[in-house]
């Protein structure tokens, strides 16, 4: 039996703190976020987890560590993020909304030069002006990449904008060494959020997608239309009640055209065809400046 007892591996206490102060703060934090952290040097990490600080406390745990903290909770919602949780990834605890902190970790990325082999997230295109750089093996690798210079006061000065690498394109080291030589960094490396859980709703976003543009776009368009939308249905507010006011005094009249006979083509006019115009104003209160109004 003692020989039994000792062949027993013995938990570290190490590990044994990590997972009580994890389940700590799955009982105490309103968020728990799984962010990917695959590429990213352990410098900029600091630097990220240094900005975060007093919002989220990071953690970069073991797999299976995690997964007792999480399965410590005995929370069946919860349970399911650990499908999310892989390799290279760090568990975020905080007690901010979850979309908020995926806004965070957005906003904390830093730029990153280019590596060869990489795909361009986007168009690269070096600009037009003056540069740091001074004749010499410069020139002819500029020029290999069809980018046109001239010499101004002793520095390599670019004559006008070049695409060296098209969007989706894998990255020569060619274009790479260029970028590198010219301080261009066309990647942004930072935390990137996968899936959160809200411990004050017991709600989970397995797929946390931010896209600000968008969402503001979509804003602007909806906002663009709502008053419109609004006078078509008939809704009564401060905002439309004049355009309300004209549009019954304008179908009146018609309707009195019709009734005495004043205008007998209106007869034979499908209803459909009596359209109310979209007022003047509405195009004004449509402007960025009216969406910002509105949002305060």
């Known amino acids: 039996m003692a020989d039994k007892r000792a062949s027993i591996k013995k938990i570290p206490e190490s590990k044994i703190r990590a997972v009580k102060e994890m389940s700590e703060l799955i009982k105490k934090k309103r968020t728990i976020l799984v962010a990917s952290i695959k590429g990213i040097p352990a410098s900029q990490f600091n630097e990220i987890a240094k900005k975060l600080r007093g919002k989220a406390i990071v953690k970069v745990p073991k797999k299976n560590l995690i997964f007792r903290a999480i399965d410590s909770s005995e929370n069946e919602e919860l349970k399911k993020l650990k499908e999310k949780i892989v390799d290279s990834i760090a568990v975020l605890f905080s007690d901010i909304d979850s979309f908020e902190l995926a806004s965070e970790l957005l906003e904390k990325k830093n730029p990153a030069k280019a590596k060869a082999g990489q795909e361009a997230p986007e168009d690269i295109e070096i600009p037009e002006g003056p540069t740091d750089l001074v004749p010499g093996p410069a020139i002819s690798e500029l020029g290999a990449l069809g980018i046109q210079i001239q010499i101004d006061k002793g520095k ?141």
Do not use: C, W
């Open 156 to 296: 390599i000065r670019i004559k006008q904008p070049k695409v060296i690498v098209k969007k989706g394109d894998k990255i020569s080291q060619a274009a790479a060494d260029v970028m590198s030589k010219l301080d261009i960094k066309p990647f942004s490396i930072g935390f990137i959020p996968l899936s959160a859980f809200d411990t004050k709703e017991n709600k989970i976003y397995l797929e946390i997608k931010i896209d600000r543009e968008k969402t503001l776009n979509e804003l602007k368009y909806a906002f663009g239309k709502s008053l419109s939308f609004a006078v078509g249905i008939g809704y009564t507010s401060k905002d439309t009640i004049r355009f309300l006011l004209s549009k019954a005094i304008s179908h009146e009249r018609r309707l009195k055209k019709i009734i005495t006979g004043e205008n007998e083509e209106v007869i034979g006019q499908n209803t459909e065809e009596i359209k109310q115009e979209t007022p003047a104003e509405e195009k004004k209160e449509s402007s960025a400046e009216g969406l910002a109004s509105l949002f305060g």
